[in-house]
Each structure stands twice: as structure tokens, then as C-alpha cells.
């Protein structure tokens, strides 16, 4: 019920809320809530830079949070990983472990920042509940900051590089309540020449952060951040987001159910918090290379086509990132500004479509696609929120991605809905790929593989969700109602109002009658 709903999202943002308050506390900023993970960067000030060389690069230091839940159910477990980098990687990565040291040279600059992510993470890995704790990963390097998208003048950030992969392994290392980092940030702390963490070094190369040996007064943050500025800058802050012209910018960036929430005049987004059911498509870009597309702007033209598509499908794009799956793009069907009577027929026709133009550019993806009952609304805390779906069949839909190679794989519920709505036409479009064993389940679960041959058999698809396709969703209890409705055409013309009663009360019978059953015609194309 209601009740709950409203105690699940406190528990989400209540434990979200102390890890946050933390982060901002210590100069960080949350660039990503990533599923069960936080993504954040602590960035390089300029007085970091003091007596770098030339060729140095700039360090700055990020932290991400990940929660998981154990095998076959139990207590979740919610993964912070701290990252010190420009970079940001909002899930754990599962990469190949390294066989052999890397060669590591000490980046001269970066190092108050580096510690100052070191210093989150400590703080992080002891805040905990009965259901929920943290395990960090830390890392840092170059990463690169793009703003991506344009249609409908909608708009995405995406940050991307190589060091978010080396948080992968990084994570895996460290477990509940432990901090793992990298040897990049580990030849970083050495600089310091002091004795100020008790680190043992692991087989992938990768060190843990066993404890403080001694008390030392870790730098302050480089730069206090905006929400917890000086009076004077509180003041200037507050006069920049009461200008329509910033709030305008800024709403390019808002996701659409916010958008839609905040002009019905309701500023409490507490009220977005619901159980829907929602069809989650997760679609990983394979041929992404971190080294390929260093210059995101290499993506702008592929994503501004799937924002377009999506958008066309009647979709809404959560989040577009780059993890250690790789480049993953989540759309949602069923959440507010984008639920419709035919969903699951919506979400598989957009990802055959997005099939077809990446195949069309010689780029490989691979989609997961599950529809369930989840938590949809704002997670996060009064600093920083996201919209975003959180519930079992969304887990799904990432695994379902994973086990993809350039295919479509369906979860057995959205199957059965693309069933319902024209069984003749998916019979042959889907193939049962039998059960497959899926992390957190104890049984094994059927997949479908989606195998439509071109995108125009995909439009005509779309296109066919006529008035036979949608009819199949409608509850008996409605169809009786529109049934009796339609048996009773004086009745049903009075209900639309056409020509005035005076009107039709002088028209012969017949042609009243006639009347009544175009009107008849007209409504039901419509209701189609």
C-alpha cells in the first residue's frame, strides 16, 4: 500500500541522504545514483597543480555507491566505491584481473584531491543499517566530460575513460565494509611519505585500506561546495536558480516525469514515489572503446538517434553512462509522461529499430528487456536526486543485456504480453532460448530472443498495434461497457455532443440512426 511505499523511500533516501551529506561535507559531488550504485568526483582545485610538471596530468577524485543483494535473497548490501579521477564509474566492473604489476608513475598533482576521496571513503565504509552497508573502490586518471543528446532539445551528460574499468576488479576486491583501491591512486598516497593507512597488497595487483595507523589531519576540501557555501555565496547561488533563463537551461537536463510534476505547480517529489509496472529496456553499446571514443562527441549523432527513436516510441531515456558493462543506455515505458495500454509491444519495436540503425553504422549492441512491478520516483538526497526505477525485473533487464551478444533477449513476461497483443506475429519473431540461471534467483528463468530481420518489418509492427492489437489488453468489464455503449447509438451521440438536441430531435429516425452509427465508426477507430 501507500504506507509502504512511503517507508521504502524513506529507507532508500534516508541511507542515501547520510552518504551524501558525507560526500558534499568533504567537497564531493554526485555525478551518477547508477542502480545500486552512487557515482562521484572529488575535483582537482587549481592550488592542487602547484609544482607539476608539464606533462603531468590533473587527478581528480570521485566516489560511487553500489547495492546489492546476496545470492537467493536476504539482506541487500549497498556498494560505495570512491574514485579518485576526473573520471566517474557508476557500477562495479567485473574486468579480467591483471596478472602482473602495472607500471605506475606517480602523477605529481592531484594529491589533496586523491586524499580527500581516500578520506570519503573511510567515512563511507562505517555507515550502515541492519539491511544496508557499503563496500569503496578507488581509483584515479583522465576521464572525459561530454554533454550529449538534442532532440526535443533534451539533453544527457556522459563521462567516460579508461580508469573507470580498473575500478571493476577494485570493487570486487574489497567487501562489506572494506576500501579497495587502485595502484594508480596507491603510487599517489606514497607521495605523502607518511605512514598514515595500514594497505595490503592483494593478487590483482590492487590494494585494501586496512585501517589509520595514526590520527593525521587529512586537507581540507579544495573548495567548499555550492550547497554548503558561504552566506554570501548561499545568496548568489539562490538569485542564479530563481532566473527563468537558468531554470530553463536547467530543465533540458531534467528527467521528463520530474518536468511534468514540476508545472502542475506540486514541488513535492515525494508524491512521484509509486509502485508501476514498467517495461525496462537495457541496451549495451558493444563496440564502444574507451580509446575509439575518447572524444564523446563521437557518440552525439548515435545517441541523438535513440533519443529520437525512444521519444517517437512513446519511451523515456533514464540514464545513458558508461560502467563497467560497458556503454549502456536505460529506457522506461509504464513510468509518468511515457505509460501506455501497449508498453512491452512499444519498448521490443524501439529496440529492433535502435538494432537496425547501429547495424546500419557498423556498431554492434545488445539488449535485455523485462517488464514487472517496481519503485518509481526520486532516490537520493536533499542535495541530489535522481529519477529512477528500482526492483527486481529492472536487475533482470541488466542481466539479460549481459547474456546478450548482439541480440534482443525478452524476460517470459514481456514475452507473454507480446503473445497477448498478436499471437500470429510474434510466434515467429520469438524464439524461446530455454532457461538460463540468473544471479539471485534460485530458479532458472526463460528467455525469448527477439529476431526481427529489418527495421521496416519492425514499423509495420509498430503500426500494428491497431484496434485488434490494443482490444486484446482491454479488461472484459470494459468491453461489455463499450459493448452496451455501442447497442444504444441515440444514447452514445447524446454522450459526444455532435448536432444540438433541438437539432436532432427533428431529423427522421433514420438518419438519426444512421448518424448515430458513423459516430458509431468514428469513436471506435479512435479507441483503437
Avoid at 60 to 67: C, D, G, I, L, Y
Avoid at 159 to 185: F, H, N, R, W, Y
Avoid at 234 to 250: D, T
Avoid at 393 to 420: H, Q, Y
Amino acid at each position: 500500500g501507500s504506507d509502504g511505499i512511503d517507508e521504502l523511500q524513506k529507507r532508500i533516501n534516508g541511507y542515501l541522504g547520510e552518504l551524501a551529506a558525507v560526500i558534499y561535507s568533504l567537497g564531493g559531488d554526485v555525478l551518477k545514483y547508477a542502480g545500486d550504485a552512487v557515482l562521484c568526483i572529488f575535483p582537482c582545485a587549481p592550488e592542487d597543480k602547484i609544482g607539476a610538471s608539464p606533462a603531468a596530468h590533473d587527478i581528480q577524485p570521485f566516489t560511487q555507491m553500489e547495492s546489492k543483494e546476496p545470492e537467493g535473497g536476504g539482506t541487500t548490501d549497498n556498494e560505495a566505491v570512491s574514485s579518485d579521477s576526473p573520471n566517474l564509474s557508476p557500477l562495479a566492473t567485473s574486468g579480467p584481473r591483471r596478472k602482473s604489476k602495472k607500471s605506475v608513475s606517480a602523477p605529481p598533482s592531484g594529491y589533496l584531491a586523491c586524499m580527500q576521496a581516500i578520506k570519503c571513503a573511510m567515512s563511507l565504509k562505517d555507515i550502515c543499517t541492519e539491511d544496508l552497508s557499503v563496500h569503496i573502490g578507488v581509483t584515479c586518471g583522465e576521464v572525459c566530460f561530454g554533454v550529449l543528446g538534442g532532440y526535443d532539445d533534451r539533453w544527457d551528460c556522459l563521462v567516460s575513460g579508461p580508469c573507470l574499468m580498473d575500478l571493476s576488479q577494485c570493487l570486487d576486491d574489497a567487501k562489506c565494509k572494506e576500501v579497495g583501491i587502485t595502484p594508480e591512486l596507491h603510487s599517489i598516497m606514497k607521495l605523502a611519505d607518511r605512514e598514515q593507512f595500514r594497505i595490503e597488497e592483494l593478487e590483482s595487483c590492487n590494494f585494501l585500506i586496512q585501517d589509520v595507523v595514526a590520527a593525521h589531519t587529512a586537507p581540507k576540501a579544495s573548495k567548499p561546495p555550492i550547497l554548503l557555501a558561504s552566506a554570501e555565496q548561499n545568496v548568489a547561488y539562490q538569485s542564479l536558480v530563481s532566473s527563468p533563463i537558468f531554470n530553463a537551461l536547467v530543465r533540458k537536463f531534467v528527467p521528463l516525469p520530474v518536468n511534468q510534476h514540476l508545472r502542475g505547480q506540486a514541488h513535492d517529489l515525494t508524491q512521484l514515489a509509486e509502485l508501476r509496472e514498467v517495461c525496462t529496456l537495457f541496451m549495451k553499446w558493444q563496440s564502444y572503446d574507451y580509446e575509439k571514443h575518447a572524444n564523446l562527441l563521437s557518440l552525439q549523432e548515435l545517441f541523438k538517434n535513440c533519443q529520437e527513436i525512444i521519444s517517437k516510441g512513446g519511451g523515456f531515456i533514464r540514464q545513458f553512462l558508461v560502467v563497467d558493462k560497458g556503454c549502456v543506455l536505460i529506457a522506461l515505458w509504464g513510468v509518468p509522461s511515457a505509460a501506455h495500454i501497449d508498453n512491452s509491444v512499444r519498448a521490443v519495436s524501439c529496440a529492433a529499430q535502435l538494432g537496425s540503425m547501429f547495424r546500419s553504422r557498423d556498431f554492434e549492441v545488445s539488449c535485455g528487456i523485462t517488464t514487472g512491478k517496481v519503485f518509481t520516483g526520486t532516490v537520493g538526497s536533499v542535495l541530489r536526486k535522481e529519477y529512477a526505477a528500482i526492483g527486481d525485473s529492472v536487475n533482470m533487464a541488466a542481466r539479460l543485456m549481459c547474456k546478450a551478444n548482439n541480440e534482443i533477449f525478452l524476460g517470459s513476461v514481456t514475452a507473454n504480453n507480446l503473445f497477448a497483443s498478436n499471437k500470429s506475429l510474434y510466434r515467429s519473431l520469438l524464439n524461446s532460448m530455454g532457461k538460463f540461471k540468473m544471479k539471485g534467483k534460485a530458479e532458472p528463468l526463460e528467455v525469448f530472443c527477439y529476431t526481427a530481420a529489418s527495421s521496416e518489418s519492425t514499423e509495420n509492427q509498430s503500426r500494428g498495434r491497431s484496434a485488434n492489437s490494443n482490444w486484446r489488453y482491454i479488461r472484459p468489464q470494459v468491453k461489455q461497457a463499450i459493448i452496451n455503449m455501442l447497442d444504444a447509438p441515440l444514447a452514445f451521440t447524446s454522450l459526444i455532443s455532435s448536432p444540438s438536441e433541438e437539432k436532432l430531435a427533428t431529423l427522421p429516425a433514420e438518419s438519426t440512426r444512421a448518424g448515430a452509427g458513423n459516430s458509431e465508426g468514428a469513436e471506435n477507430t479512435s479507441a483503437a
